[in-house]
């Protein structure tokens, strides 16, 4: 069975800083692109960073650039995001993706996701 597994999430105040983790069972996570997604209360899912194959290239929303870190560790078979200066804006469910081929691939899978709460 395939499965993105998401975790590291949980309540911290602002200014602080989380560390995501998405890990794959059943399938090898180096084929594919890994994006980080979130979806706030009553807005849309929107997609905040990606990690190309190679782990060479990566891009970021303009919300998180430069606060928020994605990285890959292909021999874990896991991907990183890095969430450092918090806000409260940045509450959401933070869901992985693998994506096919590139950062624009389609969804091969999603992960469950993980709640992040940023609240003094």
């Known amino acids: 069975q395939l499965q993105l597994v998401e975790s590291g999430g949980g309540l911290v105040q602002p200014g602080g800083s989380l560390r995501l983790s998405c890990a794959a069972s059943g399938f090898t996570l180096r084929y594919y692109a890994i994006g980080w997604f979130r979806q706030a209360p009553g807005k849309e899912r929107e997609g905040i960073s990606c990690?190309?194959?190679?782990?060479?290239?990566?891009n970021y929303a303009d919300s998180v650039k430069g606060r928020f870190t994605i990285s890959r560790d292909n021999a874990k078979n896991t991907v990183y995001l890095q969430m450092n200066s918090l806000k409260p804006e940045d509450t959401a469910v933070y869901y992985c993706?693998?994506?096919?081929?590139?950062?624009?691939?389609?969804?091969?899978?999603w992960g469950q996701g993980t709640q992040v709460t940023v609240s003094s």
């Open positions: 990690v190309s194959v190679s782990g060479s290239s990566s």
């Open positions: 993706a693998a994506r096919n081929y590139h950062c624009s691939g389609d969804v091969k899978q």
